[in-house]
């Protein structure tokens, strides 16, 4: 299967130029898609450009990450409602330095078709402003700019647009222009919301050069409900383990709805099409196994955080369950029961032979009173940890988990942590 035939059966392909495929065929090509330096992390709206340049370089090709240091600077007006704040130099630059060790768990950056990462920032931060007004300004009419769905949006909106965004098609366009002088780029891939600029791009190299570039652009992803993909009710979903831990990265795509999952399958995994529709059948007979969701957060959970990653996502998902709490660390015991009511006691009186475990329930609040206690243990239903517990028995530091957080468990589905004060 040739790559863009690829592309079309996962529902990657919103467009491209003319005669795309045939320069795909004609040999290697060098190609890149941008990234926003808006945070030291990449999150899940990036892993499909990202994953898009992986295809690229599975079938071949060569890709360029082109991190925006320059263009961070000054702020995409594509998809945006209002103007973006407006970062520092400094902001950028330690932003840049944490998005390479992110796109080399994707990207190949070894072998004949080694991924590079460059900065825009190297060009755009030193050409001086009357150059790149003669050099390209000169090509673009305003009529053509102000054509932009970008721009018109943006124009017939109360917001408007300022001149430093307006500008930023141009920018890009000079990107396209100077990866193609330095490193032979003929093809840049994004998002369908930079159409736009892609095409601002292809026309500089025409106009300049006479040579013919290619754009091709994937759709932008979204919900069967409709809302925007990688959004949460605590935010984005960072690629970052110190931003979303990789039980929490787990969890969001094994809770994938069961319109979306066969389509994230194609989209953010590696699993080929005989293994999707393999899994498809089987979601089909059984959506309630959840087959389908599992195998996506295991694909994706690995790749981004490696076998490590995936192996703790899926010791901290099964403990949730009954597993062994005493494999997590207290990091992902918070994660694990995050939003569950919690209480602090002294640890002092967890030593020696401790306390009731009546009085630990209603001391910390777990339960209204003693007598709620009493019923609770009496009836079999309060475990600590997983071990069921009777009314006499005792509660010592030695149930606390790595010292620190006692997890009392009372019927199905209560919860409650006790964390040791000393």
Not at 101 to 117: C, P, R, S, T, Y
Not at 258 to 278: G, H, M, N, Q, Y
Not at 282 to 304: C, F, G, N, Y
Request: glycine residues 10%; aromatic residues 6%; proline residues 3%.
């Amino acid at each position: 299967m040739s790559l863009l035939d690829d592309l079309r059966w996962r529902g990657l392909v919103y467009d491209h130029t003319p005669g795309l495929e045939d320069h795909l065929a004609s040999g290697p090509v060098t190609a890149y898609c941008g990234f926003d330096p808006t945070a030291d992390s990449l999150h899940i709206g990036h892993l499909l450009p990202l994953m898009g340049l992986a295809r690229l370089q599975r079938h071949g090709h060569r890709p360029v990450a082109l991190v925006g240091g320059g263009t961070g600077l000054i702020g995409d007006p594509s998809g945006k409602r209002a103007e973006r704040t407006l970062q520092t130099l400094e902001q950028v630059e330690a932003n840049v330095r944490g998005l390479r060790a992110q796109m080399e768990a994707i990207l190949d950056f070894e072998g004949e078709h080694a991924a590079k990462v460059m900065n825009n920032a190297d060009w755009l931060t030193t050409i001086p402003l009357t150059d790149f007004l003669r050099d390209v300004g000169k090509h673009f009419t305003i009529g053509y700019m102000t054509a932009k769905e970008s721009v018109k949006s943006r124009l017939d909106s109360e917001v408007g647009l300022s001149f430093t965004e307006f500008s930023y098609q141009l920018l890009q366009a000079y990107d396209f222009l100077v990866l193609h002088e330095r490193e032979g780029v003929t093809l840049q891939v994004g998002g369908s919301d930079q159409w736009g600029n892609i095409t601002a791009g292809t026309d500089l190299i025409r106009k300049t050069h006479g040579e013919k570039a290619h754009g091709l652009v994937y759709p932008l992803v979204k919900n069967a409900a409709g809302t925007k993909f990688g959004k949460t009710e605590a935010g984005a979903v960072w690629l970052d383990p110190e931003r979303t831990s990789p039980y929490r990265f787990y969890q969001f795509w094994l809770g994938t709805d069961d319109r979306d999952v066969i389509d994230r399958l194609k989209s953010f995994t590696w699993l080929s099409r005989e293994e999707i529709e393999a899994l498809e059948a089987e979601h089909a007979e059984a959506p309630h196994r959840r087959i389908a969701q599992k195998a996506l957060a295991e694909a994706v959970t690995a790749m981004v955080h490696g076998p490590d990653g995936l192996a703790g996502a899926q010791r901290a998902t099964d403990a949730l369950f009954g597993g062994d709490l005493a494999a997590l660390s207290v990091r992902e015991i918070g994660e694990v029961f995050e939003g569950v009511p919690e209480s602090a006691m002294p640890a002092s009186a967890f030593e020696g032979e401790g306390l009731e475990i009546v009085d630990v329930l209603a001391d910390a609040g777990a339960t209204k009173s003693k007598g709620e206690a009493r019923r609770l243990v009496q009836g079999g239903g309060v475990r600590i940890g997983n071990e069921k517990v009777d009314a006499e028995r005792r509660v010592t530091v030695a149930d606390a988990l790595h010292g620190e957080v006692i997890v009392v468990r009372m019927g199905k589905k209560r919860v409650h942590l006790v964390r040791l004060e000393r």
